[in-house]
């Protein structure tokens, strides 16, 4: 069973088992294409000179999951 904090390719499936990677693509200001990757996805996107940097998924994860304060729980 996949973990909720799991990452799917978002173009081939596959599970992200390293880094992940964000793919954008931009014309005359539109944003065309914008997903996270896996590494054979990122080299990929690179061969089409698309724009591809690595992302820190999990970290981000981590600070959506604390953005809300615990104060209303404990009645503070």
């Known amino acids: 069973m996949r973990k909720p ?3 799917i390719c978002q173009h ?3 599970l992200i088992a390293g880094k992940a990677y964000r793919v954008t693509s931009e014309e005359e200001g ?6 996270i990757v896996c590494s ?3 080299m990929e996107a690179k061969r089409l000179h698309l724009h591809a940097e690595v992302v820190n998924v999990r970290s981000k994860e981590a ?3 604390n953005r809300g304060s615990h104060r209303s ?3 503070i």
């Open 30 to 35: 539109i944003s065309l294409l914008d997903m």
């Open 5 to 7: 904090r799991d990452r």
């Open 73 to 75: 729980r404990l009645g």
């Open 12 to 14: 081939c499936g596959a």
């Open 63 to 65: 600070s959506a999951r």
């Open 40 to 42: 054979l996805c990122f």
